[in-house]
C-alpha cells in the first residue's frame, strides 16, 4: 500500500491534470479512513474534471457520513 502510494503522489508531481491519479489516491485515503485526505483528493479531481459525479458524490457522501463540511 505504501509502495502504491508513493507511485500515485510521483504521477501526480510529474502529471498535476491527471483525474485517475486524484480519484485513485481518494479512494485510498478513504479506505484506510482518512476522511479529510480522501475529500481533498475528490476535490481536487473535480478541479481537473469539474464534471466529474463521481467524485461529486463521493465528496457528498463523506461529508455526509463523518460531519466534516470543509
Known sequence: REAAFESLKKARELNASFLEVEMTLAQMY???GDL?????HYRAALE????STRAARKILDLQAG?????
Open 48 to 51: 481537473i474534471d469539474p464534471s
Open 30 to 32: 478513504e479506505e484506510q
Open 36 to 40: 479529510p485526505d480522501a475529500i481533498a
Open 66 to 70: 463523518s460531519g466534516i463540511r470543509e
